[in-house]
């Protein structure tokens, strides 16, 4: 099921877009994505690491969730 707030981040639908200062360093920071719809607040943090002077998006945690639900659903 798609929520509305996924389809507008997809869209890049975005209320505000900021880097979460407390977590900055100098070649990583985490943004923090908000999406407003109707009276409905979201938040979407992601984390960028520069490489090669070039900013990426920090997958690697969120590709291990992903390996680890599908071997799950491949068990149970």
Known sequence: ???DS???????YYDSIR?????????????LITVSIE???HSLALGLQKENQVW???IYDLI???IN????????
């Open 19 to 31: 880097v979460d200062e407390s977590t900055a360093e100098e070649n990583k920071v985490t943004v």
């Open 6 to 12: 996924e389809t507008a981040v997809h869209y890049r």
């Open 1 to 3: 099921m798609i929520y």
């Open 69 to 76: 639900k599908a071997s799950k659903s491949k068990t149970g």
């Open 39 to 41: 009276t409905t607040t």
């Open 56 to 58: 990426k998006l920090d």
């Open 64 to 66: 291990k969730e992903n």
